[in-house]
């Protein structure tokens, strides 16, 4: 695992895999009131290192799923997560906000 964090109205994750030797990224948003997080940033290569970079440095948790990573690479940017993955990506916030209340989280942990 990375790194993924959760604040009081609205919750990120980036996600990361590599694909033949270049890693892939995204980020998600989930604000109250969505109907479902949104892509919000992805990219491959040097554009997935600044997308964990700045995840980092914001203290977001990244997260580390290529089977995720390559589903949601699919997705259009601004789009929201795809229904089938509703409940993945439910599962993977519920947990990150339980470690966020117990304040077990840290904000650049990685596997």
Same mark, same amino acid.
């Given at each position: ?18 694909? &033949?030797?270049? %890693? ?7 604000? =109250? &009131?969505?109907?479902? =997080?949104?892509? #919000?940033?992805? &990219?491959?290569?040097?554009?997935? @290192? ?9 203290? #977001?948790?990244?997260? *580390? ?9 699919? %997705?259009?940017? @601004? ?22 209340? *117990? &304040?077990?989280?840290?904000? %650049? %942990?990685?596997?």
């Amino acid at each position: 695992m990375k790194n993924v964090a959760a604040t009081v109205d609205t919750a990120e994750t980036t996600d990361v895999a590599e694909d &033949g030797g270049r %890693s892939m990224a995204l980020a998600l948003a989930y604000a =109250p &009131g969505d109907m479902a =997080p949104r892509v #919000v940033a992805k &990219g491959r290569g040097l554009i997935a @290192d600044e997308i964990i970079r700045r995840a980092r440095e914001a203290g #977001v948790f990244v997260h *580390e799923s290529r089977e995720l990573v390559t589903l949601l690479m699919q %997705s259009n940017l @601004d789009d929201h997560i795809p229904a089938e993955l509703y409940v993945a990506i439910a599962e993977l916030l519920a947990w990150i906000y339980r470690l966020e209340q *117990e &304040g077990k989280t840290t904000p %650049s %942990s990685s596997s």
